[in-house]
């Protein structure tokens, strides 16, 4: 694995171990803006933190992206299946554990937390190493789906579905 390569992940990796916390309180703190609720936790839901992972990971992508598309060809449907796959593992993860135990646990959800932007970053580095997701394609379809994804943390912060995943569970509250 070439030492930039690891270099740019451990950055991206440190960045959201940092951002994430940050960003859990961001909307508090800005005194509820409607702005800052976009790219930060409105409430705890699943789905809010689910974008606090999400939204460090993608600017750091699209830093990466200036730095790594020349080396890496399949860069752009990597960084989609990696980022997909450690938001995959907030909700597979909270819901495994909280429903075999009954409860839920700050501990472990932060833990949750860290090892899902860590598999993230992980499996980023093996997979561009590898080659994997090729083509041009691929690197399109990346693209979009970054982008949707997004999108969609966006939208769903003001217009959430209404279901238990964006579910405030201490308000019963959907949404900001």
Same mark, same amino acid.
């Given at each position: 694995?070439s030492?930039?390569?690891?270099r740019?992940? /451990? %950055? !991206?990796? =440190?960045?959201a171990?940092?951002?994430?916390?940050? $960003?859990?309180?961001? @909307?508090g703190?800005?005194?509820e803006?409607?702005?800052?609720?976009?790219?930060?936790?409105?409430?705890?839901?699943?789905w809010?933190?689910?974008?606090l992972?999400?939204?460090?990971?993608?600017?750091?992508?699209?830093?990466?992206?200036?730095?790594?598309?020349?080396?890496?060809?399949?860069f752009?449907?990597?960084? /989609? %299946? !990696?980022? =997909?796959?450690?938001l995959?593992?907030?909700p597979? $993860?909270?819901?495994? @554990?909280?429903?075999?135990?009954?409860?839920t646990?700050?501990?472990?959800?932060?833990a949750?937390?860290?090892?899902?932007?860590?598999?993230?970053?992980l499996?980023?580095?093996?997979?561009?190493e590898?080659?994997?997701?090729?083509?041009g394609?691929?690197?399109i379809?990346?693209l979009?789906?970054?982008w949707?994804?997004?999108?969609?943390f966006?939208?769903f912060?003001?217009?959430?579905?209404?279901?238990?995943?964006?579910?405030?569970?201490?308000?019963?509250?959907?949404g900001r």
């Amino acid at each position: 694995m070439s030492k930039k390569l690891r270099r740019w992940e /451990l %950055a !991206a990796f =440190l960045i959201a171990a940092a951002a994430g916390p940050l $960003l859990h309180f961001a @909307y508090g703190w800005s005194g509820e803006n409607a702005v800052v609720a976009a790219f930060s936790a409105v409430n705890e839901s699943t789905w809010e933190h689910m974008k606090l992972l999400f939204v460090p990971l993608f600017l750091t992508t699209l830093v990466e992206m200036a730095a790594l598309t020349e080396q890496y060809r399949n860069f752009l449907a990597v960084k /989609l %299946a !990696a980022i =997909l796959l450690g938001l995959v593992l907030i909700p597979a $993860l909270f819901y495994t @554990y909280s429903g075999v135990w009954g409860r839920t646990s700050t501990v472990v959800d932060i833990a949750i937390y860290y090892l899902a932007a860590a598999v993230s970053c992980l499996t980023s580095c093996r997979l561009l190493e590898r080659g994997r997701f090729g083509g041009g394609a691929l690197q399109i379809g990346g693209l979009l789906g970054l982008w949707a994804i997004a999108f969609l943390f966006v939208y769903f912060t003001y217009a959430p579905p209404q279901i238990a995943l964006f579910q405030d569970p201490l308000t019963g509250a959907f949404g900001r």
